[in-house]
């Protein structure tokens, strides 16, 4: 795959921790990622849509060509590196920033000449897309969900306060991108946030603060009056969403990771559900 993407042939192969079903790999300048999923036209979408973003207020890893000029070769795309960490603590600037991406997103579409509404979006069958069909646009629940689990009835709380959107809040969906908090760095200059890893989600813009708030909580350690700032349905509704991706992935996720559910037994009470 180097020689595909125009990387020297000594340029040395350091595997990347990233998503769970994908390996990575940087080879100097760039980093090299499988797509798992046979869904290339997603890949060809996104790259394009990133490429042609104006960065204002954030940062986007932006794709590599390929020797031949395309997004996609032989399964792989190409993205540049970014020298940064992982954010744990300045949320409230991420949220910021990812306004402006959101915001500058139709911009690059119609730039890029892509759909609005990609066909791919109808094709995903992971448990991410089936959790979002379910949580923010009414859907029927997944199969799979075991109704006796201890995070199921956090589910439900958590459904009780933030139902399906209505038709008219459904409207106002774009491609957003719907995995933020494991997928943003500190730049090294500390200058801007950078997204990377966008995992394409169809939702309104403005769900993506919540879940991003619900995120910091639960899963790094954020402080729980967070989920206070952002309004108590979406609140509810990113964290379904996240349980429901969660009870789809483990049959007994209380036993495999006992510290999450208290952390999100703590964000469901905070919103008095």
Known sequence: ???????????????????????????????????????????????????????????????????????????????????????????????????????????????????????????????????????WHGERLPPTVNHGAVEWRLYERATAVGPPLTDDARATSIVVHGDIASNVLRLADASTHAFIDMSPGWRPAASTRAQIAVEAVTWFGAPVDLLEEFPREDIARASAFRLLCGLQASPDWAADFPGEIEAWTRAIEAIGA
Do not use: Y
Not at 35 to 48: C, L
Not at 94 to 101: I, L, S, W
Not at 111 to 128: I, K, N, S, T, Y
């Open 1 to 135: 795959m180097r020689a595909a993407f125009g990387v020297r042939a000594d340029a040395e192969l350091t595997p990347l921790a990233g998503a769970l079903e994908q390996t990575a790999w940087r080879a100097g300048d760039v980093v090299l990622k499988p797509v798992q999923e046979a869904n290339p036209g997603e890949a060809d979408w996104v790259a394009g849509v990133l490429d042609a973003i104006e960065e204002n207020g954030f940062r986007v890893i932006k794709p590599v060509r390929s020797v031949e000029g395309t997004w996609l070769e032989h399964g792989w795309t190409a993205w540049c590196w970014f020298d940064g960490h992982h954010e744990r603590a300045r949320w409230h600037d991420v949220v910021a920033a990812t306004d402006a991406f959101h915001a500058a997103v139709p911009k690059a579409i119609a730039q890029a000449g892509v759909a609005p509404r990609p066909d791919w979006l109808d094709r995903r069958g992971h448990r991410w897309a089936r959790a979002e069909a379910t949580v």
